[in-house]
């Protein structure tokens, strides 16, 4: 079971951490993603981390900007945004990846248990 905290308003240029919670078992989990969503658009992939190398994965508009991280000790991924932007808001959901296709960080293919994701919006 996973589930997300950390979502708010803020103004833009400000600054967010989401936290995403686990839960059971996830020691064959091989990586949590995290997912937006916008009003009347598709979800989209915003960035993944491999639990056991640490490697990361970004989408092209957080690359640089966004930084995902994995504390093994309570068993939480977090999502550190900086210089947010109108752009960024939407809900924000975080998943486990559940078949090899996860690495295209598509929120179609490869993921699975959902969180009930949290609110980032981004507004002056």
């Known amino acids: ?3 997300e905290s950390g979502g708010d308003l803020v103004q833009p240029g400000g600054f967010l951490r989401l936290s995403c ?3 059971g078992d996830i020691e064959d989990v091989p990586a949590i993603g995290w997912f937006r969503q916008a009003p009347g658009k598709e979800r989209e992939g915003v960035a993944s981390i491999e639990l ?3 490697a990361t994965r970004y989408a092209v508009p957080v690359t640089g ?3 995902i ?3 093994n000790a309570k068993n939480t991924v977090s999502l550190q945004m900086p ?3 109108s752009e960024d808001s939407g809900v924000y959901s975080c998943a486990a990846a559940v078949s090899p296709t996860w690495r295209a960080l598509s929120p179609k293919m490869g993921w699975g248990s959902w969180g009930q994701g949290t609110q980032v919006t981004v507004s002056s």
Do not use: P
Request: proline share 0%; charged share 15%; aromatic share 12%.
């Open 83 to 85: 210089a947010l932007k």
């Open 65 to 67: 900007r966004f930084v």
């Open 1 to 3: 079971q996973l589930v």
């Open 52 to 54: 056991h190398s640490g």
């Open 69 to 71: 991280s994995w504390d």
């Open 21 to 23: 919670a686990a839960s």
